[in-house]
Structures are given as structure tokens and as C-alpha cells.
């Protein structure tokens, strides 16, 4: 089956600054790439998602890459702020498979 | 619409106590799952239910059991509680033919 590994574990950045959270993924049949955020007590929340046909994906200060030869994708965010500060899961699917990496916790200092 | 309604949102479990997660969707998706989210562990799959009437094991099924009881309900049943099986538990569903999940918040589940 799919297994998805996800880097680093903990991420600290200061505001406005860049972060830059990466995914590899094993099976080749996977063709969809969504990130979640979880805040504390809350659940997954998508936050964008890619599919194996496009190569980059952006919206607002987030965007995501995907390169299916190496099979890795990463989400990037620009211009951090402090409430991005959550726990971030990338995963992998192939229809109703998915897997989810283990996910980065992110800190955004003021 | 409430999305995703996850019951109890905490609860406390003597080793060998049996109890059943309750997790209802309004938004008429087909699928719904159940996933146990373990710490440096991720998300991982225990059981799924891609239409009313089915259910398949995923990742991690054992000391559980599941039933569809309609289109919006879908419960987790443990039935002899173990601390192995202390960890948060989401119930997510999606739409036939997407994995676009909308996850509940979740049952932090302690089993002493």
C-alpha cells in the first residue's frame, strides 16, 4: 500500500518569514495530494490539494508542488502569521485510499 | 449544515469496558471513515464505509467493529477496551467519486 513521509516533524519560523513542509509519497498510482491543517481541538481541515495532471497549485499565500517523477510534493507558505500556527498533514490517494503523512507542527513566532 | 457531528468529544474507559463512537453527516456523502490519530503517527485508517450497506477494514481494524446504520450514521464499537487503544478518533466522509474529506472534531478516547 501507499506510504506517505512527511518533513520535518516541527517547523519554528518567525512571522513573515517562509515555510516550506515536504511529502514523498511510494505508490506511483497516487493522483491525489491534499494538505490539511488541524488546529488544537479541532479537526483536519483541507487547505489545498493537488492532482498528478498539474504541477503547482497556488491560492493566496499558500501554494503546493508536485513532482510525480520523484515523487514528492510540499507546501509552501509565504508571509507567515501567527495563526498558521497548527499541525499540518500532507497525504496521498489513489481514489478511495488515502494515506496521510505524520504530519509537521508548525510555529510562527510574533 | 453541522458538517461532520462527533459523539462523545472525550471519554474515560476502564480496560475491558466496551463503548461505541457516534459520528452523523449532513451533507448527503456517500462515504464516511474512521481514523485514529496516534501522535508522530499521523492519521490511520481503521474501518470505511463507501456506501450505506458496506463497510471494509483499513489500515489498523483490529479491537473494533463498525456499522452503517443509514446514509448520515456511521458508529465505531470497541468491544473490550485496551490502553493500546487510547488516541483521538475522527470520522470523516466524502462525496462518491472524490476524496474530499470533511473531518468531525474528534473523540479523545483514554483507556486506563
Known amino acids: 500500500g501507499e506510504n506517505v513521509e512527511q518533513h520535518p516533524s516541527t517547523l519554528s519560523v518567525q512571522e513573515g518569514d517562509s515555510a516550506v513542509i515536504k511529502c514523498t509519497y511510494s505508490?506511483?498510482?497516487?493522483?491525489?495530494f491534499p494538505w490539511y491543517k488541524q488546529e488544537l481541538g479541532k479537526g483536519p481541515q483541507l487547505i489545498i490539494d493537488?492532482?498528478?495532471?498539474?504541477g503547482e497549485k497556488k491560492d493566496q499565500r499558500i501554494a503546493v508542488t508536485l513532482n510525480k517523477t520523484a515523487k514528492h510534493f510540499s507546501l509552501h507558505i509565504t508571509e507567515t502569521q501567527p495563526e498558521d500556527s497548527a499541525v499540518y498533514f500532507c497525504?496521498?490517494?489513489?481514489?478511495?485510499?488515502?494515506?496521510f503523512g505524520a504530519g509537521t507542527r508548525l510555529t510562527v513566532k510574533p | 449544515n453541522a458538517g461532520v457531528t462527533q459523539t462523545p468529544k472525550f471519554q474515560v474507559l476502564k480496560t475491558g469496558q466496551s463503548m461505541t463512537l457516534q459520528c452523523a453527516q449532513d451533507m448527503n456523502h456517500n462515504s464516511m471513515y474512521w481514523y485514529r490519530q496516534d501522535p508522530g503517527m499521523g492519521l490511520r485508517l481503521i474501518y470505511y464505509s463507501a456506501s450505506e450497506g458496506t463497510t471494509d477494514k483499513g489500515e489498523v481494524p483490529n479491537g473494533y467493529n463498525v456499522s452503517r446504520l443509514n446514509k448520515r450514521e456511521f458508529s465505531l464499537r470497541l468491544e473490550s477496551a485496551a490502553p493500546s487503544q487510547t488516541s483521538v478518533y475522527f470520522c470523516?466522509?466524502?462525496?462518491?467519486?472524490?476524496?474530499?474529506?470533511?473531518f468531525g472534531s474528534g473523540t479523545r478516547l483514554t483507556v486506563v
Open positions: 505508490d506511483s498510482a497516487s493522483n491525489y
Open positions: 493537488i492532482r498528478s495532471n498539474v
Open positions: 470523516a466522509s466524502s462525496a462518491t467519486g472524490t476524496v474530499l474529506f470533511a
Open positions: 497525504a496521498a490517494s489513489n481514489n478511495n485510499d488515502m494515506r
